[in-house]
């Protein structure tokens, strides 16, 4: 029985997480789960889990779920410090980090320095602060398993192989609802057209992240972090079907590759079970009907998300938590249309270019800049 606590059990990651715990109730324990404000549906989770902590965005939620919880031992918890609480709960074994945000790097630090595996979907976190959680993670002996299907996939190619041998790490992309239009045509495109993805049914946020590419860019700093390699060694390729979830290619030039349908419970899966694999219920390739997988470069041209995550992750240091905080506070704004989809490389560009690099932020300069920006931002869009 592993005991496990979800950092965003209502969001995307975080209710498929509960589906593949509710089909195997014999193997996992939840302890903790936390949520924004969504509060009716963490109350069917805390009464379908019986969690002993849950965990929400504000004081006010928290006591409004108070009294809907009344008659249940649970203990409820609100903000950063309930996240930090939730983080340390002696009997977590594990956590799942699909929280959207840089609001994530707390959380996840306390937890690896009390000894918990971090189920990792949360990439802002590793984006910004890999520098920091990376070795914290060597130093307390704590796993970082990916839950991001394309990092998945490149964990599963590695299995068993020495990270020595890699060459080159091959990311997919299926290229977004946009896929093959030019610069003048993302003008005018809508909210509702952005957030139209061909083949993952996603949380909004990353959902206009891979419109604008910025969500693949984030994937290669992510990748950068994980598996230690060169950013020289990632390449991205389009692959619109979603079949690929990626790739790695060995110093002999063997390319071994992870396919399957687009189903996050399999990367969730992996991540909870690792190094075992499960049955998952669920539709499967069939390659009598499978007609063709086809490959493209991407078009940075259109999609500057791609070069100016490149360019943060060169940069390096603190430019990555720009990149990061400039993009968040954009989509955020794209998201209420108080902006145009065009608006958002705008924001990340212009941030980028008036930040001084600190070359090894610690957490609070971590935290200082993306503060800074969000002012910046603020100040004028
Ligand atoms: P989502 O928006 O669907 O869910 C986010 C969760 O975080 C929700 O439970 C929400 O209540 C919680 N949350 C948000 N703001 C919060 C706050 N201020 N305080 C406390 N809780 C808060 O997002 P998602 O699509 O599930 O993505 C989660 C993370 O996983 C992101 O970092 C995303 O990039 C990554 N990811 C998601 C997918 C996917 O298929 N959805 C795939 C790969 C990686
Ligand atoms: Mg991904």
Redo the contacts with the bound molecule.
Sequence with gaps: MKMIGI????????TQTLDVVRNHPDDFCVTAL?????IALLEEQIREFSPKLA???SEKLAKELKSRVKDLNVKICSGMEG?LEMAVQPEMEIIV?????M??IRPTMEAIRAGKDIAL????TLVTAGHLIMPLAEEHHVQILP???EHSAIFQCLHGESRKAVHKLLITASGGPFRGRKRAELADVTLADALKHPN???????TI?SATLV?KG?EVMEAKWLFGVALEQIQVVVQPQSIIHSMVEFEDGAVMAQLGTPD?RLPIQYALYYPERKYLPGERLDFRTLSQITFEQPDTETFEGLPLALRAARDGGSMPTVFNAANERAVAKFLRKEIRFLDIYEIIRTSMERHRVIAHPDLEEVLQTEQETYEWIESRW
């Design positions: 950092l965003g059990s209502t969001g995307s990651i975080g936390s949520a924004g404000s969504n965990v929400v965005g996240l980090t699909a929280i959207v945000g609001i994530g979907a949360n990439k802002e839950v991001d299907s993952w049914s996603m949380g909004q946020k990353i992240d969500n984030l996050m």
